[in-house]
């Protein structure tokens, strides 16, 4: 009996020596990535839903922000985003989608791996960028906690969010209130 313990132990010794912090960065990354997609879904499920989400990746994961070209373009080197996607096959291999669309959150890293995870949400789901356009999201911006109406089509940056679905009744698809708290220290 003791010496199965032993050998149990040493090969746990072993396999978390193995453990990088590479691994470990990208494993931390995923399951950010895997509970932001799980509290999207949450959120578009239930008109009136609201949530709130601090989005953070490990410590020390992250590079040095920098700047990327790619064609006439210019990306942060590190960035995540929501895209619809009209990529039928990959929809339906790695979403489970019988659409001819999916909605997928990415993980944009130039220096090392991207990463994706399908979000189960409608393609046509709605994130706001100005209370003036959508009629549906307020302006808390100058709310005691203050708040941006971001929409995360276009970009997913660290910080408190609260997500609310202000889908109306009368709404094919969900409208969802991004909303990224103000840093009080600006």
């Known amino acids: 009996m003791k010496l199965g313990f032993i050998i149990a132990l040493i090969l746990m010794i072993i396999i978390s020596g ?5 691994e470990n960065c990208y494993n931390g990354t995923l399951k950010t990535i895997q509970d932001f997609s799980r509290t999207l879904e949450e959120v578009a499920a239930t008109p009136g839903h609201i949530k709130n989400y601090n989005l953070a990746f490990p ?15 210019e990306y942060d080197s590190e960035q995540l985003f929501l ?5 039928p096959e990959f929809c339906a291999t790695k979403c489970e989608s019988s659409g001819s669309q999916c909605t997928i959150l990415h993980y944009l890293q ?4 991207g990463m994706t995870e399908c979000v189960n949400i409608p ?15 307020l302006d808390k ?3 005691t906690p203050a708040y941006n109406l971001i929409d995360i089509r276009v970009n997913i940056p660290e910080g408190e969010y609260l997500l609310q679905n202000k889908t109306q009744p009368n709404f094919t698809n969900p409208v969802i209130c991004a909303y990224l708290k103000i840093d009080s220290n600006n």
């Open 18 to 22: 193995c453990i990088t912090p590479t």
């Open 59 to 73: 410590d020390g994961c992250s590079a040095e922000p920098t700047k990327v070209t790619i064609g006439d373009k």
């Open 83 to 87: 895209r619809a996607w009209a990529k």
């Open 110 to 113: 130039y220096e090392g791996q």
């Open 123 to 137: 393609p046509e789901t709605t994130f706001p960028s100005s209370a003036k356009i959508s009629g549906e999201c």
């Open 141 to 143: 911006s100058n709310e």
